[in-house]
């Protein structure tokens, strides 16, 4: 684990929400929802994935069930310590991701996939233990529905930009994007407000909140 993942991983989502909408950075994915009750905070690289909307493209078609053909090419990259990042528009109509590619995440060390649409074979993800962050659930196959678009390229998501050299931290109050590039800054601001929050509930515990500019 690196220095910074293991840094970040210290604050909830909210902190760092916090922390980046002081330096006024956009950061958080709105929308996504932790498919498991009690599955933790996740803290990994950005594996950036975009996949296109298109009817019924021969290239992506695959008999059945199992792995479509647009999915492969993110299974065959994904690494230990990475978080899989998919954007397919916020598509509630057809899920890129079920209890197979989950089941090959784990035994990569993924730390968790979060999908910019749907989810399917929840029960399987839930009962191995792997975390997800999806819009909703849909049992509906995606390869009739989407194509390949692109991976380790820059994607936005609600004006949100995220890059392979971006780190996602998410929890079940949401998921946030941190920007490598600030993020031994973003490290030390966040590590303020946390004391700052810890102060403040040890006056909130003992009532004696008197003034909160001067905490």
Same mark, same amino acid.
């Given at each position: 684990?690196?220095?910074?993942?293991?840094?970040?991983?210290?604050?909830? @989502?909210?902190?760092?929400? +916090?922390?980046?909408? &002081?330096? /006024?950075? %956009?950061?958080?994915?709105? =929308?996504?929802?932790?498919? #498991?009750?009690?599955?933790?905070?996740?803290?990994?690289?950005?594996?950036?994935?975009?996949?296109?909307?298109?009817?019924?493209?021969?290239?992506?078609?695959?008999?059945?069930?199992?792995?479509?053909?647009?999915?492969?090419?993110?299974?065959?990259?994904?690494?230990?310590?990475?978080?899989?990042?998919?954007?397919?528009?916020?598509?509630?109509?057809?899920?890129?991701?079920?209890?197979?590619?989950?089941?090959?995440?784990?035994?990569?060390?993924?730390?968790?996939?979060?999908?910019?649409? @749907?989810?399917?074979?929840? +029960?399987?993800?839930? &009962?191995? /233990?792997? %975390?997800?962050?999806?819009? =909703?659930?849909?049992?509906? #196959?995606?390869?009739?529905?989407?194509?390949?678009?692109?991976?380790?390229?820059?994607?936005?998501?609600?004006?949100?930009?995220?890059?392979?050299?971006?780190?996602?931290?998410?929890?079940?109050?949401?998921?946030?994007?941190?920007?490598?590039?600030?993020?031994?800054?973003?490290?030390?601001?966040?590590?303020?407000?946390?004391?700052?929050?810890?102060?403040?509930?040890?006056?909130?515990?003992?009532?004696?909140?008197?003034?909160?500019?001067?905490?």
């Amino acid at each position: 684990m690196s220095a910074l993942i293991h840094q970040l991983s210290a604050f909830p @989502t909210s902190v760092l929400s +916090d922390t980046l909408d &002081e330096l /006024g950075i %956009p950061g958080v994915l709105p =929308g996504l929802f932790a498919q #498991r009750q009690g599955q933790g905070r996740a803290v990994g690289r950005a594996l950036p994935v975009k996949l296109l909307a298109k009817k019924n493209d021969p290239d992506a078609y695959r008999f059945g069930g199992g792995v479509g053909k647009p999915l492969e090419a993110v299974l065959k990259t994904m690494a230990d310590g990475d978080i899989v990042l998919m954007d397919l528009g916020g598509a509630n109509y057809a899920s890129a991701w079920g209890g197979l590619a989950s089941r090959l995440a784990q035994r990569r060390g993924v730390r968790a996939t979060i999908m910019w649409g @749907t989810v399917r074979d929840v +029960d399987e993800i839930r &009962e191995i /233990g792997y %975390p997800v962050w999806a819009v =909703g659930v849909c049992p509906k #196959r995606s390869r009739n529905d989407f194509t390949f678009g692109s991976i380790n390229e820059t994607i936005e998501i609600g004006g949100v930009s995220i890059s392979r050299e971006d780190y996602i931290v998410a929890d079940e109050s949401g998921v946030m994007v941190i920007p490598g590039a600030r993020a031994k800054e973003i490290v030390e601001i966040a590590t303020r407000i946390a004391a700052q929050e810890e102060e403040l509930l040890a006056m909130v515990r003992t009532d004696s909140v008197k003034n909160w500019d001067e905490v």
